[in-house]
Antibody, heavy 112, light 110 residues
Framework: QVQLQQWGAGLLKPSETLSLTCAVDGGSFSGYYWGWIRQSPGKGLEWIGDIHHSGSTHYNPSLKSRVNISLDTSKNQFSLKLDSMTAADTAMYYC??????WGQGTLVTVSS | QTVVTQEPSLTVSPGGTVTLTCASSTGAVTSDYYPNWFQQKPGQAPRPLIYDTNNKHSWTPARFSGSLLGDKAALTLSGVRPEDEAEYYCLLHFSGAGWVFGGGTKLTVL
């Protein structure tokens, strides 16, 4: 059973860049899409984007200009960067193996 | 803007049957939208239940089933248990827009 362990800074100031990493343990990296989803406090879920093990990426059009998802196959890890963070980006961020396995979530707060 | 619509809330009695639906602003939902369903309880990450319309994960209880119902995707719970009280989200794939979640259905078991 694959397990996802994620980490990254939980408190950011406006205009800073969010950086999260997710490690994949117990399963193959190949042949799957790996992605990120977020959930604002008390709100619904939003797909941020995903990356195939081959490196091809897909992003939410509403975030595309600010987001980058990358992978490090040598470490079985993938990462999320989201630029120009604002209070509206405050949310729980989840890494996923699309969509059958989820990380534990990282609460990211943007505040001055 | 692509919008996926679910019932905001539903109530069902223990042992009863309830169907949650998932509609697209672009028209009829088909298997080409690869409908997924998730269950989320307070303080927990979403738990995948159904993928590709009607496929269950190994951990999905038999009382949950996915289908297409008219022009919507549907999740049916049969023999509802108190522990099924949760928020349920559907997810559809759109060419161009990518994956879009519905707003969620709060299911109350009463």
């Amino acid at each position: 059973q694959v397990q996802l362990q994620q980490w990254g800074a939980g408190l950011l100031k406006p205009s800073e860049t969010l950086s999260l990493t997710c490690a994949v343990d117990g399963g193959s990296f190949s042949g799957y899409y790996w992605g990120w989803i977020r959930q604002s406090p008390g709100k619904g879920l939003e797909w941020i984007g995903d990356i195939h093990h081959s490196g091809s990426t897909h992003y939410n059009p509403s975030l595309k200009s600010r987001v980058n998802i990358s992978l490090d196959t040598s470490k079985n890890q993938f990462s999320l960067k989201l630029d120009s963070m604002t209070a509206a980006d405050t949310a729980m961020y989840y890494c996923v193996r699309v969509f059958d396995s989820w990380g534990q979530g990282t609460l990211v707060t943007v505040s001055s | 803007q692509t919008v996926v619509t679910q019932e905001p809330s539903l109530t069902v009695s223990p042992g009863g049957t309830v169907t949650l639906t998932c509609a697209s602003s672009t028209g009829a939902v088909t298997s080409d939208y690869y409908p997924n369903w998730f269950q989320q309880k307070p303080g927990q990450a979403p738990r995948p239940l159904i993928y590709d319309t009607n496929n269950k994960h190994s951990w999905t209880p038999a009382r949950f089933s996915g289908s297409l119902l008219g022009d919507k995707a549907a999740l049916t719970l049969s023999g509802v248990r108190p522990e099924d009280e949760a928020e349920y989200y559907c997810l559809l794939h759109f060419s161009g827009a990518g994956w879009v979640f519905g707003g969620g259905t709060k299911l109350t078991v009463l």
